[in-house]
């Protein structure tokens, strides 16, 4: 490589009005025979300059070559080692862009170049034939990942840097950007006095709006910008790569920050509203929007939205989220039912475009009915059955068996789709609830087994279950208690749960019957003193010194004579 001063001396050289033939000089030469691999040249000397053709490759010169054309060689020896002369045309033509590049670097002007290619910290750039770089910190005023679309693109440029010894040439394309973003700001800037409209192309969307190219400088609209009813995304109004018009709301003096305003172009549908909706009346609209507490909904044609809440969705469907009713997009009908313009908030309503089925629900059903139906759905607590086509209604849980105490092995039985019979229980129009039930439809087994019992009686159990506080029974196959270990007898070595078994018959006295609540005790400790008293009454007393032992006997004695006779 050679210096910046023998740079400067060759281009005088080259500048010299004689046309002798020397080293280190640009002539003119011509184009003699055209190979494969050589451009051969005649350049007047008494050997002809070999080219290779790879040179007019690199330079771009190597499209409509033949044979007689005139081209500029740069004469790097005149004899090498072998005697022939050798000359390079893409020397020539560097040194020819080189200096055209130094008057454009000095003078600070800007250039035109073509992108080539993509380095691993910028891209290829070729500038009237020359090679220059163009880092990544230089392609745009923002950070860029993918430069892929600036590919075999013509762009313009300011140069940063040369140096010929290391044949280096920087160049930056985000000097060009800036100073046109600042000339499209200033414009701006001059607009925003005005309260102007501007034009632009929405690049990309963000949660909170969207960033629109106004030129080579980007504004940003934000979501609450783009519309005067709620969206939940600029993709609800904009497109990206559309053109729309767009109010300037504010220019940042001291940043880029450019705001601007999308729905500021329309009337704010607020300002007339009475004459756009009333109250009480019945309107189209569209489901936008659904929450947790209910559904958002934009009156067609009106630039209006508005919520219905949950409770005013259905007369009938209570306590489900309002999605698993409807659907964002779905067209429905509502009813106005509130319109507070301080707050900017329209209540509606969609139960309320139907007839209440409440009204005269009493006039239908009455309480007591036994009705066919069939099972709508089946919960934790209990199944929801058909009273008619809009309302339903709840067998509870506890309403299912009289004998299962909770309900839940009974709820197991039943399927979705199911008929069934029921009775209605309850009907109250004000809070919306109609209650079924199942085991009403026969008497209760409890009140009808201890209607004619009392407490003291003796009935027969079956042992069920054994744990350490007792054993549980079961009386008449479907009444359940549990016989404490210490009502088991009223001897406590005796009161032992090993002398027990599963499914074993026992007698057992009634100490206690609760009708309100279905609940009885047995007791066979009670038992067993009733029959003690019984006979030390028949058979003597204490007082007679007579001991429980040979009061046993003696009715032991008597029973067998008694079988005997």
Known sequence: MISNEEYGKLLDQQLDTKNTISANKIISGTILKISDQYITVDIGYKSEGQIPKEEFLNSGSSDDLKAGQSIEVFVEKLEDREGNVKVSHEKA???????????????????KGFIVGKAKAGLYVKI??????????????????????????????????????K????????????????????????????DSVVTGKVKTFTDYGAFVDLGGIDGLVHLSDISWSRISHPSDVLEIGKKYEFKILKVSDDTDKISLGYKQLKDDPWEKIGDKISLNEIYDGKITHITDYGAFVQLTNKDLEGLVHSNDISWTKKNIHPNKILEIGFNIKVKILEIDKDKKRISLGIKQT???????ILDEYKKEQVID?????????????????????????????????????????????????????????????????????????????????????VVSATITKINNNGIEVEVASFIETTIRRKELSKNKEEQNISR??????????????????????????????D???????????????????????????????SKEE
């Open 354 to 360: 139907e007839p209440n089925p409440w009204e005269n």
């Open 167 to 194: 044949g280096n040439i920087v160049v930056s394309r985000k000097a060009i950007l800036e100073e046109k973003q600042k000339e499209i700001k200033n414009e701006i800037l001059e607009k925003s006095k005005n």
């Open 373 to 457: 139906t069939e099972i709508k759905n089946i919960t934790e607590f209990g199944i929801f059955a058909k009273l008619n086509d809009n309302i339903d209604g709840l067998v509870h849980k506890n309403d299912l068996s009289w004998t299962d105490s909770n309900g839940d092995r009974t709820l197991k039985k039943y399927q979705k789709g199911q008929t069934i019979q029921v009775k209605i229980l309850e009907i109250d129009p004000e809070k919306e609830k109609i209650s079924f039930g199942i085991k009403q439809l026969s008497a209760d087994p409890f009140n009808e087994f201890f209607k004619d019992k009392s407490k003291g009686d």
């Open 531 to 561: 029959e003690e008293q019984s006979l030390l009454e028949k058979y003597g007393s204490k007082s007679s010194g007579s001991v429980l032992g040979d009061i046993l006997g003696k009715a032991l004695d008597e029973d067998k004579d």
């Open 128 to 165: 009237m034939g020359t090679n220059a770089f163009l880092p990544l910190s230089q392609i745009d005023v923002r950070p860029i990942r993918d430069v892929s679309h600036l590919i075999k693109t013509e762009e313009t440029f300011e140069i940063l840097k040369m140096d010929y010894s």
């Open 500 to 529: 027990y078994n599963e499914g074993q018959k026992i007698d057992a006295k009634i100490s206690s019957i609760d009708h309100t609540n279905r609940k009885f005790s047995l007791s066979i400790r009670q038992l067993e003193v």
């Open 93 to 111: 033509i560097k040194m020819k862009s080189w200096e055209k590049l130094q008057k454009l670097y000095d003078n600070k002007e800007r250039v």
